[in-house]
């Protein structure tokens, strides 16, 4: 790579020091003499003076050749303050010094005095404008940030954005639109001036937008919303107005505003400071979309994970009137996005890519690229050439459950606790209908303060859940703290996330898919909550009666203490199980489903759910 050197005002003032040293040198030997006027006069009667002019404010003059006062190294012209000296003409007579008095004008002077600070200051101002990057200049407040891709630049095409097959459907009409208007336009046609990409974050909407633009080979303008908002009021509407101007000189083109919630929140309640500015903004976004065009090639693209919060205006007919929603993949889409990630990575033959996309289920497309990259420096830091299976499994573990922690001391009675704990999550796995298949079961420490997990596998992808599986997974949620009771008499901290997931499928059990017959089939949660982001403490409006929320109190307590009982009753009908397979992880520390699955049919029980070797996924468990 070729090395860069930075320019630095140190090197400017070092070379002028330098510079103003050789001419203050050459100025004392060849240039002109300035003088003391007691040093002048001692000339002056000495007969050393030749000549002199008078000015208002100074006296120039040149020695006689052969004398130039004591030093032939010296010039022979000279200078001094001009003091009221009555005596001085007839000093100069009294010498033969030759005289004459100068006019001297001051214009030059004077105009030079007011330019060249002006210079230098405009020189400075110009500089630091330069450091600040021009778009950060205070004459530049009222341009918009925008990163502009002209069509000529390297860009992404459809063919880089993998597992959202549907949603490049909808947008090969968009493209099509851009390279052939006049198709659509020509028996009076409209295509939706506005399309909003909404999905859970990392799922790929900005590559969506950027290769809609690759495809067409149109200009790309992309800004946040959150960049139309500025210190000074009105500067984000002025932001607007250039990009729609800048946008409308370059069309055909393409206008995307990434996290568009960030501008476009619903309006209402009492507006003061900053929120009179964003809604301001809003408002000029939404006069600007109201302009277009007709036959204006110019489509605005926004991307956002919280649509419930959008200002209704910005989606009706007209505007954002189109909504395409980009998900996250199912297994085929998950398996085509690793394939584009592994494309840069040296992947080993070994590795099925089929079966890795299926230990990943709820994977975005961001948390499948972060997946790969781990695979592949845990690769470097074994010293491998490839990416193995191996690799990929481990990373797997890592980006769900956190990294091990072998050198935590655990003393042998806490790890005992975890052993029994984790096996009685495992064993009830394997023993109710419904929950997912157990693939692993580890005792090393992983993450901030899991001290072990179990792996459960779906062998599917489900979209929709029966009342009998909930009712596994609460089971087997709390089948850990049930072997704790059972074997030591009492139950630690261990299972604080435990009770928090439990209870969250039993809360939604009840408030939101009517599965409790003494609550019946009412829907009792938010209206306006967030759809594609968990939100811890967010309040929401509650619009039900105190007694009401008694009930779903009670109801979810019913649910909780039933499972939990159901899972204290499988444990002890399988407690020569229990012991045995706690024993085991204790001498492995980490053992496979299989395994435990095997010691139950040992002591005559048909263990359950046992899905493929190769289909899972992890979720940690304390």
């Not at 690769?379 to 769900?400: I, L, M, W, Y």
Request: aromatic share 8%.
């Amino acid at each position: 790579m070729e090395k860069r050197t930075r320019f630095s005002i140190g090197y400017f003032v070092l070379v002028f020091i330098v510079l103003m040293m050789i001419q203050s040198y050459l100025a004392q030997v060849y240039g002109v003499r300035v003088l003391p006027y007691s040093e002048f006069l001692l000339s002056v009667e000495q007969g050393q003076v030749a000549e002199v002019n008078i000015t208002s404010y100074k006296i120039k003059g040149k020695f006689k050749k052969n004398d130039t006062a004591g030093s032939a190294r010296l010039a022979p012209d000279f200078e001094t303050v001009r003091v009221e000296d009555p005596d001085l003409i007839r000093k100069l007579k009294e010498s033969g010094v030759r005289f004459t008095g100068v006019i001297e004008s001051t214009f030059v002077r004077d105009l030079l005095s007011w330019l060249v600070p002006i210079f230098f200051f405009g020189l400075f101002w110009y500089f630091m404008v330069k450091r600040m990057g021009g778009q950060q200049g205070f004459l530049s407040l009222g341009k918009n940030k925008a990163k502009i891709y002209m069509e000529d630049d390297p860009r992404i095409r459809f063919e880089d954005v993998a597992g959202v097959d549907e949603a490049k459907l909808e947008l090969m009409e968009v493209v099509e639109f851009l390279e052939n208007p006049g198709k659509f336009t020509r028996i009076g046609g409209k295509l939706p001036r506005g399309v909003l990409l909404v999905g859970p974050p990392g799922t790929g909407k900005t590559m969506l937008a950027k290769a809609v633009a690759g495809e067409s080979h149109v200009p790309f303008f992309s800004m946040s919303g959150s960049e139309f908002v500025e210190l000074f009021v009105g500067m984000g509407a002025a932001r607007v107005r250039d990009l729609f101007e800048q946008a409308k000189a370059k069309q055909p083109c393409i206008i995307f505003i990434d996290e568009l919630d960030a501008l476009g929140k619903a309006r209402g309640g009492i507006s003061m400071g900053g929120h009179d500015e964003r809604e301001q903004t809003l408002n000029q976004l939404l006069v600007e979309m109201d302009g277009f065009d007709p036959t204006a090639a110019i489509i605005l693209i926004g991307a956002t994970n919280r649509p419930e919060i959008l200002d209704p205006a910005l989606l009706r007919p007209g505007r954002f009137d189109r909504q395409i929603l980009v998900d996250r993949p199912d297994k085929a889409g998950r398996e085509a996005i690793l394939r584009v990630h592994m494309k840069n990575v040296q992947v080993s033959d070994d590795v099925d890519v089929s079966g890795v996309a299926a230990m990943t289920p709820g994977f975005a497309g961001a948390d499948l690229a972060n997946l790969v990259n781990e695979a592949a420096l845990l690769a470097v830091r074994q010293g491998k050439e490839e990416v193995t299976q191996a690799e990929f499994q481990e990373a797997v573990e890592r980006v769900v459950a956190g990294l091990e922690k072998k050198n935590r001391l655990i003393n042998r009675h806490e790890r005992e606790i975890v052993a029994y704990h984790e096996t009685g999550h495992a064993l009830v796995g394997l023993s109710v209908s419904g929950a997912d298949p157990v693939r692993k079961i580890t005792i090393i420490p992983r993450g901030i303060s899991a001290l072990g997990y179990t792996m459960n596998v779906p062998t599917e992808d489900r979209f929709l859940m029966t009342k009998s599986e909930l009712l596994a997974r609460v089971a087997m949620a709390l089948a850990g703290q049930a072997a704790e009771e059972i074997v030591f008499g009492e139950i630690s901290t261990g299972a604080h996330s435990d009770l928090s997931k439990a209870t969250d499928i039993a809360r939604g059990m009840v408030k939101e898919y009517g599965m409790d017959d003494g609550m019946g089939r009412v829907y009792l949660e938010s209206e306006r909550r967030p759809l594609f982001l968990s939100v811890p403490g967010l309040s929401q409006e509650r619009k039900y009666s105190e007694q009401t929320a008694r009930e779903i109190d009670e109801a979810v307590r019913r649910i909780i203490d039933e499972q939990y009982d159901r899972a204290k009753h499988i444990l002890r009908e399988r407690r020569a199980v229990l012991d045995a397979g706690a024993r085991l992880l204790l001498e492995k520390e980490k053992i496979e489903g299989q395994e435990l699955a095997a010691l139950m049919e040992e002591n005559g029980f048909k263990p359950l759910n046992m899905g493929g070797a190769s289909k899972h996924t992890a979720k940690a468990e304390e």
